[in-house]
Structure formats: C-alpha cells, structure tokens
C-alpha cells in the first residue's frame, strides 16, 4: 500500500464536518472507491464506547492523523492480547478477519470469532475481486483501498429503529458534505443504500453530480432478483467517474457483489489505458 497522503481537499472536508457536527467516514482517503452505506448499526446506548470511537472521535481523529502524518502501518493490530489497541478511522479493527461473526441476544459470539459483519465482509469480496481477481483475503483490508462514509449519521441496531424525520433531517444535513472536492475525487462510489434513495427522495445526480445511465442499468441488472444496479456517470462517452446505486449490502446475493467487483474493477482499468 502506498502511503497516505492528507490532501487539501480532504483536510477541508475535515473542516467542514468539524464546523457542521457531521461524521466523516474511515478507510483511505486516497483509495479509488467510495462506499457510502445507510447508517452504522450502532446502539449509541448497548454501545456507547463503539459509538464514541467510531463517531463522537471521528473528526478529532483525522485532525490528529493529519497533523502527524499517520499511515496504516503505525495503526495497532486491534486483536493483541498485551494491551488495548486504539481505534483510528485510517484502519478500524485492523487485523479482522475475512469471515461474518455472528452473535446472540445476549451479545455472545456464536460462530466467526475475530470476524466482521456481513456489509464488510461484503465490502472485502468486492475489493478482492477488483485487485486481486476474486482470490479471498485472509483479513478485512478494504480500508487499504476504499473510504467508506454513511448516507445518516444517526446510528442503531436496524434503521427501523430510527425515526423516519431523525433520519431524513441527517441525510439532508449531510448532502452539501457529499458534495465537496474530496468526495468527487473517487473514480468510484458505491452507494449501496437500497430503497432509501425512493424513501427519502434522495437526487443521487444532484448529491454526487453524475448522470443516470438506463441502458447500462439495465444491462448490469438483468438476471438479479429483487436487486439492481443503477449506473451514473460523469460522462456517457469517456466516464472518468462511476457512482453504483445498489442495495444494502449486508443481505445480498453473492451474484450482486461479484458483479459489482468486476464492474468496478474493469473501470478502473480502463480508466488506466
């Protein structure tokens, strides 16, 4: 992995998140993807020092990266047994690995120790089949490769569990961040938010400033039950960014996401040629 540079238009993103309360995001902010889910599935109460590391910390966190220059191999290993490790939004929970833990009602691990969830370990298939031809990681590493941020920054368990206005004022807050430098400077984003785009009445062109393709909508869908890929583009006939609106990730067909890895992965090098 090459090293993190803190660009001007990220540090400006930082700025504007600080001055308007808003959530950032995790991963590199260098990668080629953007992935953009719906909300974390954090009980701010059950979970609050998950909350606090992933939220409350998130912009005080990339200042402090920023200042000194931090790169993903100074991140602690987030499974040691000698000490705590510190959580950095650079590489959250380094050294997961590639597999879905999955737990009780009472919050006991019933199968994937060490695992991750089922939208990451999703997010990890999607990148293993963009750089490394579909062959599966060992660990979660697509913080290496991608920046990933939430359409709502409210968080809980499920979304049903957030109030419809809650999460619409969220979104809506939240819009005029999406559209700044730093988030167009991803060849690719994938927003995998389902029906929330219809929901909450979410104008994907107007949020990231790409053009809906029906054609290759179609094209790319053809043959998925009760799921889609919706293709936009900055330009139909030499694209030099792609944004995907698909669905959430976390209950999806392995067919979905491997077709979301090859299309992605053949943008990125023809954008290459």
């Known amino acids: 992995m090459e090293d993190v540079i803190y660009s001007a238009s990220f540090k400006n993103a930082i700025r504007y998140a600080k001055e308007n309360e808003l959530f950032l995001g995790s991963g590199n902010p260098n990668g080629k993807l953007l992935l953009v889910g719906k909300e974390a599935a954090i009980d701010m109460q059950k979970s609050e020092q998950q909350y606090v590391n992933e939220f409350k910390k998130n912009v005080t966190d990339w200042e402090s990266n920023c200042s000194n220059g931090?790169?993903?191999?100074?991140?602690?290993?987030?499974?040691t047994e000698d000490r705590f490790p510190t959580y950095n939004p650079l590489y959250p929970?380094?050294?997961?690995?590639?597999?879905?833990?999955?737990?009780?009602?009472?919050?006991?691990i019933k199968r994937g120790h060490g695992g991750t969830s089922k939208t990451w370990h999703n997010y990890q298939k999607i990148i293993d089949t963009v750089y490394f031809n579909g062959t599966p990681s060992?660990?979660?590493?697509?913080?290496?490769?991608?920046?990933?941020?939430?359409?709502n920054q409210v968080t809980a368990n499920y979304s049903h569990q957030i109030a419809k206005d809650i999460r619409a004022a969220s979104i809506?807050?939240?819009?005029?961040?999406?559209?700044?430098?730093?988030?167009?400077?991803?060849?690719?984003t994938i927003v995998a938010v389902g029906h929330y785009v219809r929901d909450f009445e979410i104008d994907l062109q107007d949020f990231f400033g790409l053009t809906y393709d029906a054609e290759s909508s179609r094209k790319y869908s053809e043959g998925?039950?009760?799921?889609?890929?919706?293709?936009?583009?900055?330009?139909?006939?030499?694209?030099?960014?792609?944004?995907?609106?698909?669905?959430?990730?976390?209950?999806?067909?392995?067919?979905?996401?491997?077709?979301?890895?090859?299309?992605c992965r053949a943008f990125l090098l023809a954008s290459t040629l």
């Not at 929970?93 to 006991?108: D, L, P």
């Not at 939240?174 to 559209?179: D, I, T």
């Open 93 to 108: 929970y380094k050294g997961q690995k590639n597999t879905v833990e999955s737990r009780n009602a009472n919050g006991e």
């Open 172 to 188: 809506f807050k939240r819009r005029a961040l999406f559209q700044m430098p730093f988030f167009s400077d991803f060849p690719i």
């Open 138 to 151: 060992e660990h979660i590493t697509f913080h290496e490769y991608a920046f990933c941020s939430e359409l």
């Open 70 to 79: 931090t790169q993903p191999d100074a991140i602690d290993h987030w499974f």
């Open 224 to 263: 998925l039950k009760n799921e889609y890929i919706n293709m936009h583009y900055d330009n139909f006939e030499d694209p030099k960014r792609l944004l995907i609106h698909t669905n959430q990730l976390s209950m999806v067909s392995n067919e979905l996401v491997q077709r979301l890895g090859v299309i």
